[in-house]
C-alpha cells in the first residue's frame, strides 16, 4: 500500500522552489497548530488520580448492585416444562410420527402458585434448543412484504429460499423459514384456589406483546380498498406450508389483529438471539377477581393446543409466569455483576493504595 | 528522417583500442540535418524520439484500466478485492456491500487522486510541449514549438530561456566561446556554471555563419548521470575532417537556464524523453521503515488468527451438524440445491464464509490511515518553524512522508564532515612557503583595508631565492583553480570592480575551498581578474596585469584528490601546477622544502584547518607536447574514457616541486556540538565520514564534542597497521574495548549517580582511515579469516560512542553503511550529508538526510528528508522522530486491537448459533465500525499526540532512549493489546450474553431479538474502544475533544436514524427502532455502563501500577509538576551531568508489558 495518499511531496515542492525567491518565500507561518503547540490539557493516570475515582466507583456500583438485587428480590417468576408434562406426553409421542404432524391435539398441564404473584403477570411460552438465529433461516424472510409493500406481496424476494412459492407457483405471504416456522401452540390458563373452588379461567390480553412500533409502523398489511376484505387483499397467496390457518385468519377473534399485524406473528418475527428463548405470549388482565393484585396462590390448569413439534431438534417447550418491574424480569446477572465489580474494584483501589502509600506518593523517591 | 546511426567504423578513430570497434551504441547526428560531403559511411536511420515530454502515467482512455490494475497489484488491495469477489459469488453472511464499499471508498479517493496529479502532469506537459522556441533553418530563424525539435535541429537559445532538450553548444554571444548556465531546476545549484562551445565551432555566431556548419556529432546513447557526456564532433572543413572531443563542459541541459550570455546557439542530440533530465524522473528505490515491518508481520499474524478461527468454526460447524437432529431441524430446510452439492465443496463455501465474515481483523481502513497519518504528519515538519532557517530561505523538506517514525528509530548516525558538522564556509587563515609562513591581515568585514600593507609576514624576511618561490607560489595559487568571476557590471566593469573590493563582482566556484583560497591570494596581493580567451589574468602586487594561457585543467576529482593546470607564461615557460591534499601530493614530490611544509601541515591540521599542498613542474616544449598527447588521446577516447583521463592524469601529476601548503578554516556550524552530544545523551552512535584528513577530521570532533575529554580514542589507521599486523591491531583494540564490560557495572542495579562520574565511564572513540577499512573488509586470502576481521571490527565499533573515519571515498561512506546495516542487531541507521559524495550513504542508510548546503542540491534532492542546518537533526529525531514513532506504534496497535474487539464477538457467537455465519452485528454497522464510528479519533491522536511536552523532549535527549529498538512495536507489547482486545471482546460478549439469558429486561415484559443484542455488544465496542483511546491520550487539545465526543454523538445520532426509518430501498428493515428500544430499558443502560468500566479496568489498573512500580523515564516526566517552567528536574540532570552510558542496552526484568521503552531505568 505504499504511496496511496502521500507520494510526491518532495517533487512539487521542489520545482515550487526553484520559481520563487524571496527569502521568507518557504517561511512557515507561525500558528499554533502548526508549530504543534495549540494549547492542551495533558491527563495523566497516576494512583492519585485515579484512587478517588476507584473508591467512588467502588461504593457506587455496590449501591447500584444492592438496589438492583432488591429489585430482582421483588420479582417473581414460575417455568413449566410442558413437553411431555401431564397429559401433554400422549400429544409429544403422537407427533413423534411424521404423518400426524399437521394434527391437532389438546392436552392439559397443571402446576401450582405456592405464592401470589403480585402486580403485572406476563405469560411467556419458551423454546428450547430452537436456532432461531441460524443464518440461512434468519435471513429467511422478506421485510419488504411485511412492511405491505404491495408488489412485493406476490413477489416475494429470493431471501425467502426455500418457502417463496408453494409446489403450484403460488406466492407464499408470509414468505420465508421463519413465518413457516411460528409457533403455534396456544394456551388457555386457569385458575382454581383449592379444590373444589370455582374454576376460573384467567384472562389473557393477547395483544400489546409486540414492539409498539412494529405494531403500528413497520409491520403493515398490503394496501386494500375500503370494499376490500383482508382475505381478498391476500388473494392469489397462499399461506406457508407448515401453517393450519392462512395469515388473514390468524386470529379468530379480532378481526384487526390478523394479516402481517397479527401480534404472534410480529413477536415470532423478531428473531431471538440464541436458540434458548422465551416469547411474550399474553399480559394478565386484572379487571376481574380474583386477579385484580395479580394471580394468586393456588392451582392453575393449562389447556394447550399442541402443534409445535420439538422432539427432532430436541427442543423442549414451557410457559413462563413472570412478574416485571422497572428493571425488567428476574436477572440476577446485573445486580450480581454489579457487587462483583464492586468488590474487585474495592480490592484492587486497596492494593493501589498501597502501592501510593509505598511508593508512588511522591514520584522523586524513586529516585533516591 | 536525416539523422542516422553510424554502424561502420569512423575513419576519424585512428587510435582506438580494440574493444571500442565493437561499440555501436552511439548515434550520429548530423548538424542542421546536412549530409556531410561523402564521407563513403553507410549509414541506416534511426528514428529519435520528438521533442515531447510525456510525464503524465495515463490518457483519458486508459486511465480506469490503467489505474485499477496499478492499485489491485498492491497486495492489501488485491486481499480485499478477492474478499469482496467471494462475497459475490458465494453465499455469505455479509453483503458485498460490506467489503465493497470501504475497498471501492478507498480505490476512488486513490484513483481521484491519482488522476488529478495526473492532469497536473498533462497541464504542465503541455505548457512545456507547446512553449515557443527558435530554430535556425537555412540562415533563418524560425519560431516552433518545443515539442516538435528534432534531434540535429540548430537552436538560437537566448538569455534566460531554458534549453528546451539536450544540446551541444556550437557558439555564443561571447566571444570566447562560453556561456553561463545555472541548473537550479535541475539540482538546485544556483551558481553559474560555464560551459564551453566546440572550438572550431565558436566563430560561427550569426544565422548564416551556423548554417554553413558542416559537421557530424558522434555520442553516446542517453545516460542518466547528469554530469557524464563523451561525444565527439567531426568538422569538415575544406572536406578535411577535424575530430574534437565533447564533454560534460560542452552539454547544455534541458532544464537548466542560460544566464549572462546574450544568445548562443546549440544543436539538439537527445529529445523528449531521451534528454538526461527526463532520464532521471524514475523514482528511487522505496525504503521501507521498521514500524511497516512489525505491521506487516503482525498481519501475518492476523491473518493466520482469521485462517485459523475460520477453520476451527468450519471443523466445529461440521462436529455439530454430525447430529442428525441438528443438521437440518424441520424449520430449516435446505433447498434443493444445497443438498446435491457435495460435502467437500459445501465446507469449503463455509470457510470462504467464514473467512468473509471475519475478514475485518484486517481492516482496509488501517491502510488509509497510515497513510493519511504519514502524508498529513509530513506537514508538522515542514511548517516547523525552528527548522527554518532564515538565512537559506529554507525549511525542512520532506521528501518521503514514509519514513516518519523512523526518525525515532536512529541508532547510528552518520555524519559527513565538511558542510555538514562545519559551516562549509570557508576562510582563508594563512599559507606557507617553504616553511615561512604568511597570515593575511588587517580583515575587516571580509574587505581588505585599503592603503595598509597587505601581508603580515610572521617568520623571518626570507631572501631572494624564498622571494622567488614566494611569487611562484601566490602565481600558482591564483592560476591552479576554476574559479569563476560573476560579474555584475559590463565587462569593463569588472577590473574596477574587484580592484576597488566593491561588492560589483564576486568569485564563484563550487568548491568554498577554492574562492577562499583565491580571495586569500588577492589579500595577500594576487588578484585573479578573469580568463579571457584562454588567458588567465592576474593582478599581481605592483599592479600589473600579468596573461597567463590556459593550456590544460586537469580537474579535480575525490579519488586522485588533486588538480592542476598547466599554463603558459607570457614569457612563454610552461608550467603545470598542481594543488590538492598532502596525502595525494607528497608521494609526488621530488624536491622542495618537505620537512618543514610538512611540519606546519600536520601543525594546522591538529588546530582543525583544512589544508592543501601546492606544488609545480616546469615543463619543456617537448614534455608539453607529450602532455597534450596523452590529454587528447585519452579525451578522445569514446570508451572508458573516465579511466583513461585518469591514466594521463596520474603520468602528467609527477616530479613535483613542492612550494607551500595553505591552511583553509571551516568553522563549526552553529549548535553542531550540542546537537552532537544530544545525539550521543539519546543513546545514538555517531560516526563522522569524511574525505579529509585525520588530524583535521580528529580536531572537527574534538570541537563537537563528538570525543569528548574523557574518550578514549583508538587508532585503527595506516600509521598502526605498519608498525603491527592488521590482525594485532585488530585484536589489541577489541581487548581494549571488552575489558570494561566484563565488570558486573549493571548499570540498572546501581542507581548512585557519582560512580556514574568516576572513571569507570570509559567512553571510546575510534579513528579509522579509508585505507585500513578496505583492508579491514576486502575478503583476503582465507575468507573465514576477512569474516573474522569484520566481526571483529564491528565488535570494536559497536562499543564505541563515536568513530571517525576519514580519508573515505564516497563509495566507502556508503560501504560503511552497509556494513552496520548487515550487522547482527541490525540497527536503523540515518546518513547525513550535503554533497554529492554524500548521496551514496544517503541513498544507503535506512534514513537519508541532505543539507541544503553550498555543495550543491544533490543531497538534498537524493534524501528523505531536507533540512537547512544540522542542528535542525536535533528536533528532527529528538522531537519529530519521537513523536512520529510513538504515534504510529499506537496507531498500529489500536488498530489491531480495535479489530480485535470488533470481531472476536462475531467469532463468540458462531458458538450459540450453530456455526452458521449469523453476524453478530448489522450491515451497517460492519461497514461503518471502521471508516466512520471509530477512525477520525485515531487518526488525529496519530497526528496530534504529544506524551511528553517539546521543550521537554528537546531538553533532555535520553527520552529517545525510552523508544529505541521499536520497543512499541515489540510482540510482548502486540501481545498485549491483542490479550486486552480478547479479554474486551469477551467482556462485551458474555456480559450481554447473560444480561439476555432468557429474560425480560424491559419494563413492559416484551423480548429483545438478536439484532438487539448485537447492537448492544457494538454498543459497548464502539464506547469501549473510543474511551480506550481517551485513556492513552495525553494532549488533549479543542480538536481532540471535538473529535472523539463528536465521533461518539455520531455514532449514536446515525444509530438513532438508522433506526429511525423504514428505509424505502433496503429489503430488509431489521434494525428498525432496536436501538431506542435498546435505549429505552434502564438494565441495558446498565449493562453498558458496566461492561465499558468493567472492559477499561485492567487497563487502567496496568497503567497505574505499571507508572508507581516501575516508571519509564518518559513516564516519569509526565508526572505534572507545580512549576513546570525551565526548572530541569532532579533526574535530567543527572543525565546531563554524568556519563552516557551509551554502550549498553539495559533490559529490565520488570513486566514485559510495562516497558515503554528499554531504558527503564531504576
Redesign the interface.
Known sequence: ???????????V???N??AKT?????????SAF??????????????ST?LPFMYC?AVL?LV?GVS?LITVQGTQEMKLDYTEAGTCNNCFQSLKNVSNAGKSCSCRVVFTLEHEFKG?V?F?Y?LQN?????????D?????QM?GRKQNLKNP?S?C??YIRDEKDVPIAPCG?VA??MFNDSFALQYQGQPGDPINTVPLYRK????Y??EN??FRNPPKNKSQTLAQVFEGTTSPPYWQKPVYLLDPLDATNNGFINEDLI?WM???????????YG?LVRTQEPFTNGLPAGNYSIDIVYNF?VQ???GRKQVVL?T????????R??PI??LV?SG??FI?AIF?TV??WK??KD??N??E | CMCVLTRSLNPFSGGQCAGEEDWVDNRTVYIGHKEPPPGAEAYIPQRYPDNRIVSSKYTFWNFVPKNLFEQFR?I??FYFLIIFLVQLIIDT?TSPITSGLPLFF?IT??AI?QGY?DWLRHKADNSVNQCPVHEVQHGKVVRKQSRKIRVGDVMLIKENETFPCDLILLSSSRDDGTCFVTT??LD?ESSHKTYYAVQDTKAYTTEEEVDSIKATIECEQPQPDLYKFVGRVNIYMDNEPVARPLGSENLLLRGATLKNTAYIYAVAIYTGMETKMALNYQTKT?KRSAVEKSMNAYLVVYLCILIGKAFINTVLKYVWQADP??DE????????AEKERHIVIRAFTDFLAYMVLFNYIIPVSM??T???Q???G???I?????M?D?EL???A??????LNEELGQVEYVFTDKTGTLTENNMEFIECCVDGHVYVPQAICNGQVMPGSDTMDMIDSSPGPRARESEELFFRALCLCHTVQVKEEETVDGIKHGLHSGRPSSFYISSSPDEVALVEGMKRLGYTYLRLKDSHMEILNREDQVERFELLEVLTFDSVRRRMSVIVRASTGEVYLFCKGADSSIFPRVVSGKVEEVKDRVEHNAIEGLRTLCVAYRALTPEQYEETYRLLNEARLALHDRDRRLAEAYDQIETQLVLLGATAVEDRLQEEAADTVESLHQAGMKVWVLTGDKMETAAATCYASKLFRRGTRVLELTTKRTEEQSLHDALFDLSRTVLRPHREPSGLGLD?DPVSGLSGECSDFGLIIDGATLSAVLQPGPEASSAGDYKEIFLEICRNCSAVLCCRMAPLQKAQIVKLIKASKEHPITLAIGDGANDVSMILEAHVGIGIMGKEGRQAA?NSDYAIPKFKHLKKMLLVHGH?YYIRISELVQYFFYKNVCFIFPQFLYQF???F????LYDTAYLTLYNISFTSLPILLYSL?E?HI??DILRKDPTLYRDISKNCLLRWPIFIYWTILGVYDAMVMFF?A??????????????????W???TLVFTVLVFTVTFKLV?DT???????HFVIWGSLIFFVVFSLLWGGI?WPF?????M??VF??MLS???AW??II?LI??GL?PD??K???C???W?TTTE?I???RPQPGPATP??IQRHHQGCVPNLVVSQPGCVPICVLGTHRDA
Open positions: 500500500m505504499q504511496g496511496l495518499l502521500g507520494k510526491p511531496l518532495g517533487r515542492h521542489w520545482s522552489k526553484a524571496g527569502p521568507l518565500a518557504h517561511r512557515p507561518d507561525n502548526m508549530q504543534q503547540r495549540l494549547p492542551a490539557w495533558s491527563p495523566m493516570l497516576t494512583t485515579v466507583m456500583c447500584v438492583l403485572d406476563f411467556y419458551g430452537f436456532h432461531q438465529n441460524l443464518r440461512k433461516y434468519m429467511s424472510r422478506d421485510d419488504a412492511v424476494s431471501y429460499e426455500p423459514a413457516n416456522s400489546g406483546i409486540a414492539w412500533t412494529d409502523v413497520k413477536v423478531r428473531e431471538a438471539a440464541f436458540p434458548n428463548f422465551k416469547k411474550l399480559v413439534p427432532y431438534f430436541k413472570s416485571v418491574t422497572w428493571f425488567g424480569g428476574q436477572n446477572f446485573l455483576a454489579y465489580t474487585l474494584v484492587i493501589l502501592i501510593w511508593f508512588g514520584a522523586k524513586m529516585n | 498492491r492489501a488491495n453472511p478507498v479517493v486513490t487522486k496529479e537550479a531546476s538546485g522505496q437432529n441438528q431441524p424441520w424449520y430449516n430446510n435446505r433447498t434443493d491502510y488509509v497510515v497513510e493519511m504519514k502524508f498529513l509530513s506537514y508538522f515542514m511548517w516547523d518553524d525552528d527554518y532564515k530561505g529554507e525549511s523538506v520532506v521528501n518521503t512522508s514514509d542507581p534532492r513523536y450459540f448459533c450453530g452458521s455465519q449469523q453476524p496530534m504529544q511536552n517539546i456480559g450474553y447473560f444480561l439476555f439469558d432468557n429474560t425480560t429486561f424491559t419494563s413492559n415484559g416484551q423480548m429483545f431479538g438478536n438487539t443484542f448485537g485513556l495525553h494532549y488533549w487539545t479543542w480538536i481532540n423504514i433496503l429489503n430488509y428493515q431489521r428498525y427502532y431506542m428500544q430499558s434502564g438494565p446498565l449493562s458496566l468500566t468493567a479496568l487502567v489498573v497503567k497505574v501500577i507508572r508507581a512500580l516508571p516519569r509526565q508526572v505534572p532532579a533526574f
